[in-house]
């Protein structure tokens, strides 16, 4: 037999055996999804639990799972720098929870309060919140926030990315939004506004007009190319620099006086 021969059959033994490999994948994770009872939990470096149902398919999961840490723990430590101890942060786009008890691991003084509008991101939410016992320093409100009440549809869902949910205003919508400005009080000492909401920070800006002009907390956004020149105006129109870019189109800004 030729080595020519040799290694082509070698090839399409090789190619056969991934194939069946990747079809007893799919079948694994099509069991799985249909397995109604099945929710998967790990424990990350740190000791925090995490609920992680959309392991086979959402990349912020398979992070999560692979490194054994929190998303983007590399961003979350530098910005301890900036964070207060005993800040009372608000995560507008929480998503599964993951920067929200990032915050709480590193200070019990601190609280935060979580706006996830979808549904299903919001049940992982809680049930992170509620498996490391943190519902005294974490609140899940569920509602997406806007520069006034109004009502939302989703507009397109990736299973991939379902941090990526992206929203569109509609009144016969089934989400509901809020606006920061009505519905923080104005005793709450706000130290830090984080604004993970895929387009929609220009209008989470505005709704949050008094509280940004009465507490000057933090800033972390991520804004993209179409909305950073307007989030910056806002910002700047408030008194604010950009502190520091990270990563993945996010900005921290911080009060200039």
């Known amino acids: 037999m ?4 040799k290694f082509i059959n070698s090839f399409i033994k090789r190619t056969k055996s991934i194939q069946a490999m990747s079809r007893d994948i799919e079948i694994i994770k099509t069991f799985i999804s249909e397995r109604k009872d099945f929710d998967y939990k790990v424990e990350i470096e740190d000791g925090t639990i995490l609920n992680l149902p959309n392991l086979f398919e959402d990349e912020i999961q398979k992070i999560i799972y692979t490194t054994r840490k929190f998303y983007e723990q590399d961003i979350l430590e530098r910005l301890e720098e900036y964070v207060p101890k005993d800040a ?13 008890l990032f915050w709480v691991q590193k200070s019990p003084e601190r609280k935060v309060v979580c706006f996830e509008p979808v549904s299903s991101t919001f049940e992982i939410l809680v ?19 806007s520069d006034k009440p109004s009502r939302a549809r989703i507009e397109s ?4 990315n379902i941090g990526a949910t992206k929203l569109q205003h509609d009144e016969s919508g089934d989400l509901s939004l809020i606006s920061i400005d009505g519905f923080i009080s104005e005793e709450n000492k706000i130290g830090m506004l984080k604004i993970d909401t895929e387009g929609f920070e220009v209008e989470v800006l505005k709704g949050a007009d008094k509280t940004i ?11 993209f190319a179409n909305k950073f020149h307007e989030t910056n105006r806002i910002l700047k129109g408030h008194g604010y620099t950009l502190r520091e870019e990270f990563p993945s189109d996010n900005f921290l800004y911080m009060h200039a006086g």
């Open 88 to 100: 009372l942060i608000l995560d507008i786009g929480a998503n599964i929870g993951n920067h929200a």
């Open 2 to 5: 030729s080595q020519r021969f």
């Open 127 to 145: 049930k992170n919140i509620e498996a490391n016992n943190k519902t005294a320093q974490i609140s899940a409100q569920k509602f997406g926030v």
């Open 213 to 223: 002009e009465m507490h000057k907390p933090i800033i972390f956004v991520e804004t």
């Open 157 to 160: 869902f990736k299973s991939s």
